[in-house]
């Protein structure tokens, strides 16, 4: 296992990237929506990552009251980054989950529970058998109320977890780059494609 992988590029180390988006030419595979489009005004966004971003993608386009759901790499320092300028840990990004949901129907205390019972957030820099920076969970939040909100459903999960210490990142959104087409809805397309997500068996407490 590369060093670099488990370790944190700065802005000087980092990969350069390149000034051209690479963007998939595609509309979602399961609800048609434009994935380039921007959210429709009364939606509201969320970016999270809880290791392989194609099983986290599933898990949220299945809820009812999300709009739309892609997978792209964010919370980096390389412009434009390729899967494989990820994968090799020198552009600082997490796999992550774009969720555009509508706050009347889902709720984002029922998106943080998702999020919190379905990875394992003690990890640091892997999730499961996966191993990389770009595994590590991490919540990017729109809002200052999002922040405070994810804030407090982490304090809320730390005190069902007891000692075992929570690595989660809980940050501002930065530059979203949307991933290359085959990722984009892949358990959708590949129906039997690898799934890395699983919880550690504790429940999300009520607030």
Same mark, same amino acid.
């Given at each position: 296992m590369s060093v670099s992988k488990l370790t944190m590029p700065t802005a000087e180390t980092a990969l350069p990237g390149r000034d051209n988006p690479i963007l998939p030419s595609c509309?979602?595979?399961?609800?048609?929506?434009? +994935?380039?489009?921007p959210p429709p005004a009364s939606m509201e966004t969320l970016i999270v990552g809880m290791g392989c971003f194609w099983g986290a993608e599933r898990l949220f386009w299945k809820q009812a009251g999300v709009y739309s759901t892609s997978v792209g790499y964010s919370a980096g320092f390389t412009p434009n980054p390729t899967?494989?300028?990820?994968?090799?840990?020198?552009?600082?990004?997490?796999?992550?989950?774009?969720?555009?949901?509508?706050?009347?129907?889902?709720?984002?205390d029922r998106l943080l529970r998702l999020f919190w019972e379905n990875h394992n957030p003690t990890q640091g820099f892997k999730q499961g058998n996966d191993v990389g920076s770009q595994y590590r969970s991490i919540i990017l939040t729109h809002s200052l109320e999002q922040y405070q909100i994810a804030q407090s459903s982490m304090e809320r999960y730390q005190h069902a977890l007891g000692h075992t210490s929570i690595t989660t990142q809980i940050q501002p959104a930065q530059e979203y780059y949307l991933a290359e087409e085959y990722h984009q809805q892949y358990l959708a397309?590949?129906?039997?494609?690898?799934?890395? +997500?699983?919880?550690?068996?504790i429940c999300f407490p009520p607030n």
């Open positions: 509309h979602h595979a399961v609800n048609g929506t434009d +994935l380039l489009a899967y494989q300028e990820v994968c090799s840990g020198q552009t600082g990004h997490a796999e992550v989950v774009r969720v555009i949901y509508d706050p009347t129907i889902i709720s984002l397309k590949n129906p039997n494609g690898y799934c890395g +997500l699983g919880g550690i068996g």
